[in-house]
């Protein structure tokens, strides 16, 4: 009797260092990251949304859309109207061809007389 209790309880022990083991080690994944791109501030041109070299939309003068991507997606905008990638900025001083996706944002599409056609992005 003896024996066996002690052999449930080792059983037991083991099972729950298995299943706690097991839990420790999984990663969880997200759903995603949502961006919002809109095309309707002004700037009169279609644009073509890309992630990681990958269309994931068209957009239309003065519609947007809203799409889901995976952390640390490479995004970039494409100008179908003048075949020309558009410089993406943050902050208004620092210009690049591509943003890396860390957390949900939006893209808005922009043509001013300084920066001519240009995103803004706003976090």
């Known amino acids: 009797m003896k024996r066996s209790i002690r052999a449930i309880i080792l ?9 706690m083991f097991s ?3 999984c ?6 990251i949502s961006i919002s791109v809109y095309n309707n501030q002004g700037a009169g ?11 994931i939309a068209d957009i239309s003068n003065g519609s947007f859309a809203l799409r889901t991507v995976d952390f640390n997606t490479i995004l970039k ?10 410089a993406i900025t ?5 210009w ?3 943003y ?4 949900p944002v939006s893209f808005y599409v922009k043509y001013n007389i300084f920066d001519l056609w240009h995103v803004q992005v706003m976090p």
């Open 45 to 55: 041109i279609v644009v073509k949304v890309y992630a990681d070299d990958v269309e």
């Open 77 to 86: 905008i494409y100008s179908s109207t003048y075949s020309q990638w558009l």
């Open 100 to 103: 890396p996706v860390t957390q």
């Open 90 to 94: 943050e902050d208004g001083s620092s």
């Open 27 to 32: 990663t969880v994944t997200s759903g995603g």
């Open 23 to 25: 839990a420790l080690s």
């Open 96 to 98: 690049f061809p591509s």
């Open 11 to 19: 059983v037991s022990m083991f099972t729950l260092l298995a299943v």
